[in-house]
């Protein structure tokens, strides 16, 4: 948020600006090839570049950006699938993805995305409805629970079936109902 008194509201926009075009998939040979700042989220280690904050000893990647590590959406997504298909890191970026991420996220990618097609967007936008404070953490943690042991086999498929009903009876349905009555109100106007 941006204070209706400030100076120079613009700043912010021309920061943000600064931080996508030199941070967020930065080029070969720039200061921010390897991080944001050599001894601060990488360093040399044996000679070569690394973020790995195992051997980096102060490391940190607490970035002091006003609004967070700028970000292009889909990068990060087309970057897991291209090292999940085997292909080489090229791009700094690249490069940093393939050290600090795990093949399993990779693979979580790539399956993520060739499944676009059936993926089901939120597009609540409103602020928490009341069962969500309520509730929502708990049906969150549920759901995590649920899902994760059912992929790894420590549940059965038909599991899902129980979640659904206990999700719905512990406040799902509730927050289903809030949630659409809040999309008639926004829809109306």
Do not use: C
Request: charged share 25%.
């Amino acid at each position: 948020m941006i204070n209706k008194d400030a100076k120079h509201p613009e700043a912010i926009f021309l920061y943000y600006n600064y931080l996508l075009d030199n941070l967020a998939n930065p080029a070969a040979g720039s200061e921010y090839e390897y991080g944001f700042a050599k001894g601060y989220d990488w360093d040399i280690i044996d000679g070569q570049p690394t973020s790995d904050k195992e051997k980096i000893k102060d490391f940190s990647n607490e970035f002091p950006f006003l609004t967070g590590p700028a970000r292009i959406p889909d990068l990060y997504m087309k970057t897991l699938v291209k090292l999940a298909n085997g292909e080489k890191p090229e791009t700094p970026y690249e490069k940093q993805m393939a050290e600090f991420r795990k093949p399993e996220n990779w693979y979580a990618g790539k399956v993520v995305m060739s499944q676009i097609d059936v993926r089901k967007q939120n597009y609540f936008t409103g602020a928490a409805t009341p069962t969500m404070v309520s509730k929502w953490n708990l049906l969150r943690q549920s759901e995590m629970e649920t899902f994760n042991k059912i992929i790894y086999g420590n549940l059965p498929i038909d599991a899902f079936d129980q979640f659904v009903a206990n999700w719905k009876s512990n406040g799902g349905d509730q927050i289903t109902q809030e949630v659409n009555e809040w999309f008639k109100s926004v829809s109306a106007k």
